[in-house]
T-cell receptor, first 111, second 114 residues
Framework: DQQVKQNSPSLSVQEGRISILNCDYTNSMFDYFLWYKKYPAEGPTFLISISSIKDKNEDGRFTVFLNKSAKHLSLHIVPSQPGDSAVYFCAARPGANNLFFGTGTRLTVIP | DAGVIQSPRHEVTEMGQEVTLRCKPISGHNSLFWYRQTMMRGLELLIYFNNNVPIDDSGMPEDRFSAKMPNASFSTLKIQPSEPRDSAVYFC???FGYGNQPQHFGDGTRLSIL
């Protein structure tokens, strides 16, 4: 029973355009959300996070938006670069507990 | 700084054999997590430790799986006997404490059970 869902297994975007990766969750107890990026043959690396008391967090080209009423968060990458091509995992945590991960979205940025 | 170190990177063995995966967390981190990644279910938490003590092992699939953390710098995940459905990539991650501290992942062990 997936509590964190990434319904798009893949996404292709032209270089320079915006990439929007989406994530939905079902557990209203989740209060901290993270995005991880994973290259082939490597472990996931932490990208950006957001607490449930906020609705937006920005770090350079990366912005995460949280809509608590819709139980939805999204990661915006702008402008997208070929080096951003990777699998992106959304994760969520209910309080001080372990993370629940989505199944990932493979982003391909086309030069 | 050294990150989370996992060994071996790849393991191929026949079903029925014992498999031991190893993890060295980042020095100073006191929480350690074992995950399994499959195409169907993504990253699933198997077990996590805090200060070397297992806190939640509800994700361990069955009794064939066991994990230990004898000290702050080493953990093992053992599968005995192994089965083909155990084939997956197994990740170890560590973090400092609970709360809003991101987990740092190793590069994983790709396990193939024939």
């Amino acid at each position: 029973d997936q509590q964190v869902k990434q319904n798009s297994p893949s996404l292709s975007v032209q270089e320079g355009r915006i990439s929007i990766l989406n994530c939905d969750y079902t557990n209203s107890m989740f209060d901290y959300f993270l995005w991880y990026k994973k290259y082939p043959a490597e472990g996931p690396t932490f990208l950006i996070s957001i607490s449930s008391i906020k609705d937006k967090n920005e770090d350079g080209r990366f912005t995460v938006f949280l809509n608590k009423s819709a139980k939805h968060l999204s990661l915006h990458i702008v402008p997208s670069q070929p080096g951003d091509s990777a699998v992106y995992f959304c994760a969520a945590r209910p309080g001080a507990n372990n993370l629940f991960f989505g199944t990932g979205t493979r982003l391909t940025v086309i030069p | 700084d050294a990150g989370v170190i996992q060994s071996p990177r790849h393991e191929v063995t026949e079903m029925g054999q014992e498999v031991t995966l190893r993890c060295k967390p980042i020095s100073g981190h006191n929480s350690l997590f074992w995950y399994r990644q499959t195409m169907m279910r993504g990253l699933e938490l198997l077990i996590y430790f805090n200060n070397n003590v297992p806190i939640d092992d509800s994700g361990m699939p069955e009794d064939r799986f066991s994990a230990k953390m004898p000290n702050a710098s080493f953990s093992t995940l053992k599968i005995q006997p192994s089965e083909p459905r155990d084939s997956a990539v197994y990740f170890c991650a560590s973090s400092f404490g609970y709360g809003n501290q991101p987990q740092h992942f190793g590069d994983g062990t790709r396990l193939s059970i024939l």
